[in-house]
């Protein structure tokens, strides 16, 4: 019988080469479109005062939102981070890309389980995200999303 976890990371191994092709469906692009708009405008207010942001991609898959996010605050701010997944494969492609653009230095990929990352660094993040539909795959939502609050600075923000 298989674990939770371990039908993820099986689900996950399979479409981690083609998850990007996300990026060709209308559906995912105008989705895509509209949350960095989203983010464009709101995340600002939430990181006043802030030139560095440390950031926390709690269910990283493909790095495509850690990217996202560099490509939209880059210029204002210095981000560095860690991609953490349960699935392996699917941190190469995020790692591969990460190198591809120059940001191997500043964000670090690791296999990890969002539940349970009590040796992740609390109180380090300004930033944490966990889009679209991380959490639905994790078995304890509570658990998850409590570890990833744990992590945050006091003023940080989860997303």
Known sequence: ??????????????KADAYDDVDDQLYWVLSDRFYKEVLRREVPRYLAGRDHIELL????????????????FSEKYDINGLLLDLSPEMLKVAAKKLEERGLGNRFRCRVADIEAISDVQSNAYDASLSFYNVISFVE????????????LKEEGIHL
């Not at 991609?57 to 560099?70: I, M, N, S």
């Open 57 to 72: 991609d709690a269910g990283a898959g493909t790095g495509r939102w850690t990217l996202f996010f560099h490509e939209l």
């Open 1 to 14: 019988m298989h674990n939770h976890n371990e039908e993820v990371r099986e689900y996950f191994a399979k």
């Open 140 to 151: 304890n939502p509570r658990q998850a999303l409590s570890e990833i609050h744990n992590k």
